[in-house]
């Protein structure tokens, strides 16, 4: 009968001994615990502190007795192997509980230590108020210390997975958390670019987080721990926890001989085996080659640990015949409402190991566009840049991000390629995915990549580009243009680029960017195919770059801060009226509307206040937050805060005194915008439309001045019966009735097209053109009918919107002369 002996419990040691059992019923196996809890759920342990997990017991999967009933499993907890003799394949058990020792001998040892949290010898750090959390009895003390002390002020030093949780899981407990983290960004598995889009995120739920700082020293001062931090900040706080890693706990099997990697874990070969062929390891603290850099690497998760219990039990009992390949880290967590997963080697890693490499960034939808509720995905891919080898990969979004992570992982795993992506065969429904999955979207970005279709040049990569050898074409519409871009870009507009292509020079570095890199990709194709020939993509667009360059930290967002009666954090000292609490706020819902939608929906209602009141306003727009930003700055309103919840976005600005935009340079310049719409082309129609709305929304004065077949676009749809000459029943005939006549100016295919994009328009929630004439009148916007037009064209001022003006010529030109922009449609 064989003697299986196992040191630790929880996911490897417990896993191990299960299967042992079921594979030999006779065997003797003993496994010991120096703690209370053999098997437990310690990804759970944030969550049971926050109150969403409300039962301890439910964090328990096994005791002690439920082993020993089930398994025939001797446990001794409060039993701690303090010494391992190969030579005479015995142990040294100390038993805590009654300070006594004995030994006992194997047949194979099985060893699974795990990891303990580094707590550094900074002064004051053995504080009561100050805790780790790696098992259930720090958790203890944790949810202790909250239901007893009432905290409100918590510091946790470290955004590593388990740190960001404790944070959330804090912050729902109704504490102001401040995270400090020694790096420069949060989550360092995770590339910069991608913990950037982490960082904007806990700005939006008011967290405090101070980056590349680290703690020199914590200071009791009576209630109060002083977090005296390396950059000279001092920040207050109730309570620390301390989540700055862990390393693998191996002190009695180097004291045993036992070989350890580079790394500093166990080492092990494909069988699980240590140098001693006696000897098995497992969990955290085993170190095994990595299986894209072959590096020695420990993986501290539960789902490796358990299936390398699984395999190393079976090798035990059947000779070793099973073999490990390696964990890619396949990891995922809850940051407040994002979800954050990574999988393989991230780029920075691949770089410090010299491995070729190509990175790509893509954003999708959580599902089909047209379908309700879509919310934003974004996904970072790393390939060998000749065969397309999948490295791996990083995703964030709100909704599905499990899913997709677990469907490159499974690539990853098996050696596959991007081109491997692009055929995964995915379940489909509008609720959950689109035809074309985020995922396969990125395995065809990367395909036209690796096959030259488009070349991509990183953030990163622009941001240190000398201007003069450069030339940086924005490829949004004017409006999203005017909400921000990159400094020193040129805005043509997609649609516009094979019009204006002798603006765009061939002696430099043409650079392509929009939103999310879609329309920059579609510009690059136009400008190869016209002989441009040194042409990139920005990847990721101007979503990525914004994030990435933007102010990280977020330090000093409870300096004199008080809770107001209304529920909203002020800075200040509180004021004695309490006139905080009085101020009339309005709600609105815009939940669902594209841009320039929410922008009009806020300026519609923000006129309707008066100077002091507050709006409210909820959209599901991303897009949005740098928008209200951006448009306040234009107005002079005043942005108080914006909070997102599950992808929904709460706006909170108040009313201020309207202000002259300081984005134009001279006080005295004119600052209203003409257009001459000439065109009755529906999709040009619109667009000036959605110009016209939104620099309307912005304060501005706007004229358009409607000639020739843009008369149409200003026709009412149920007109009056008038006279008309023989010329004006002819052109009658031609023309459009209205703007619900009108055509798209490409693949129209017999009005199948416009109808098609009305279609997409009203999946969209994107309003139609009669909606946005209405609106556009409702924010002052001016049309003017063309007289000399409208009689050629033999049109009638009672066919014409009851709000439209008839003028000249002289007319708009007085009208441009007061303008700083002028376009014609």
């Not at 398994?71 to 005479?88: A, H, T």
């Not at 909400?483 to 680029?497: S, Y």
């Not at 740098?626 to 919840?645: M, P, Q, R, V, Y």
């Amino acid at each position: 009968m064989a003697k299986y002996l196992i040191v630790g419990g929880v996911a490897g040691g417990a896993t191990t001994a299960a299967r042992l059992r079921r594979m030999d019923e006779h065997a003797e196996i003993i496994m010991f615990e120096r703690g209370e809890h053999i098997s437990y759920a310690n990804c759970g342990l944030p969550y049971y502190v926050g109150g969403i997990i409300q039962d301890r017991e439910n964090l328990l999967v096994q005791t002690p007795e439920s082993f020993y009933n089930r398994l025939n499993v001797d446990v001794r907890i409060y039993n701690e192997v303090i010494r391992i003799d190969r030579e005479n394949k015995l142990v040294e058990i100390k038993d805590i509980a009654n300070k006594t020792t004995y030994t006992e001998t194997y047949d194979k040892l099985v060893v699974s230590p795990g990891a303990e949290p580094i707590k550094p010898p900074i002064p004051g750090i053995h504080d009561e108020a100050i805790f780790t959390l790696r098992n259930v009895k720090d958790t203890d003390q944790i949810k202790t210390y909250c239901d007893g002390k009432k905290p409100q002020k918590v510091v946790v030093v470290g955004a590593g997975f388990i740190g960001l949780e404790m944070a959330e899981n804090l912050h729902h407990l109704g504490m102001m958390v401040t995270i400090v983290e020694m790096a420069e960004q949060v989550m360092t598995p995770l590339d910069y670019e991608m913990a950037a889009e982490v960082h904007q995120h806990l700005k939006t739920k008011n967290v405090e987080f101070y980056l590349k700082d680290g703690v020199s020293e914590f200071e009791r001062n009576g209630d109060i721990i002083s977090v005296h931090l390396q950059s000279g900040r001092k920040v207050e706080a109730d309570m620390v926890i301390l989540s700055i890693g862990v390393r693998p706990e191996t002190k009695l099997v180097k004291e045993a001989g036992i070989e350890l990697a580079p790394n500093g874990g166990i080492k092990v070969n494909e069988y699980l085996q240590t140098n001693d062929p006696n000897i098995y390891a497992l969990g955290d603290a085993m170190a095994f080659p990595h299986p894209i850099t072959g590096k020695y690497t420990n993986t501290y998760l539960a789902g490796p640990a358990n299936k390398q219990g699984r395999l190393l039990a079976d090798n035990l009992v059947l000779g070793n015949k099973k073999t490990y390949k390696g964990a890619i880290a396949t990891a995922i967590a809850k940051v407040f409402d994002l979800t954050v997963a990574s999988t393989g080697v991230a780029e920075k890693v691949l770089k410090k190991e010299g491995i070729p490499y190509i990175s790509n960034i893509i954003h999708g939808g959580s599902n089909a566009g047209y379908y309700p509720g879509a919310l934003p995905t974004t996904i970072k891919i790393t390939f060998d840049p000749e065969t397309g080898k999948l490295y791996g990969a990083q995703i964030i979004g709100y909704v599905g991000v499990d899913k997709r992570i677990d469907m490159i992982a499974g690539v990853v795993q098996k050696g596959g390629t991007i081109y491997d992506l692009q055929e995964i065969e995915h379940a489909y429904a509008p609720p959950f995915s689109s035809a074309k999955d985020p995922v396969n979207q990125a395995g065809f970005t990367a395909g036209n990549i690796i096959e030259g279709l488009v070349k991509i040049i990183h953030w990163d990569e622009l941001h240190q580009l000398h201007a003069a050898n450069h030339y940086i074409l924005d490829v949004r519409t004017p409006d999203e243009f005017q909400l921000g871009g990159i400094e020193g870009a040129v805005n043509i507009e997609i649609d516009q680029i094979r019009n204006r292509l002798d603006e765009i020079p061939k002696d430099k570095k043409i650079i392509l960017y929009c939103g999310v890199g879609l329309r920059g990709y579609f510009a690059s194709r136009i400008l190869t195919q016209n002989g441009f020939t040194d042409v990139y993509n920005l990847s990721g667009g101007y979503k990525t770059y914004e994030h990435a360059t933007c102010k990280q930290s977020n330090e000093d967002i409870f300096e004199s801060s008080y809770i107001a009666r209304d529920g909203q954090i002020y800075r200040g000292k509180p004021k004695e009226d309490t006139q905080e609490s009085v101020i009339k706020t309005i709600e609105i819902d815009a939940c669902g509307l594209q841009c320039p939608g929410p922008i009009l929906k806020l300026k519609q209602e923000i006129d309707k206040l008066e100077n002091g009141q507050r709006l409210l306003q909820k959209v599901t727009d991303p897009g949005f937050v740098k928008d209200a930003e951006s448009w306040c700055n234009l107005t002079g309103n005043k942005l108080i805060s914006i909070e997102s919840d599950k992808g929904v976005y709460s706006a909170v600005i108040e009313k201020q005194e309207a202000k002259e935009s300081t984005l134009e340079i001279g006080g005295n310049l004119p600052k209203n915008k003409t257009m001459v719409v000439f065109s009755d082309d529906l999709d040009r129609a619109m667009a000036s439309l959605v110009i016209a709305n939104g620099a309307a929304s912005t304060g501005k004065k706007v004229t358009l001045f409607f000639t020739f077949w843009g008369l149409n676009v200003i026709k009412k749809t149920h007109k009056p019966k008038v006279q008309k000459d023989l010329m004006g029943k002819m052109f009658n005939k031609l023309m459009a009735g209205s703007a619900d006549d009108l055509k798209i100016s490409k693949m129209n295919m017999m009005g199948l097209g416009s109808k098609m994009m009305k279609k997409r328009m009203l999946s969209q929630k994107v309003d139609s053109l009669e909606d946005m004439l209405i609106t556009a009148m409702e924010n002052g916007v001016e049309m003017i009918a063309c007289q000399m037009s409208m009689e050629i064209m033999g049109v009638n001022k009672e066919e014409l919107l009851d709000d439209v003006v008839i003028g000249g010529v002289a007319t708009y030109l007085d009208r441009a002369d007061n303008a700083n922009l002028n376009l014609f449609i």
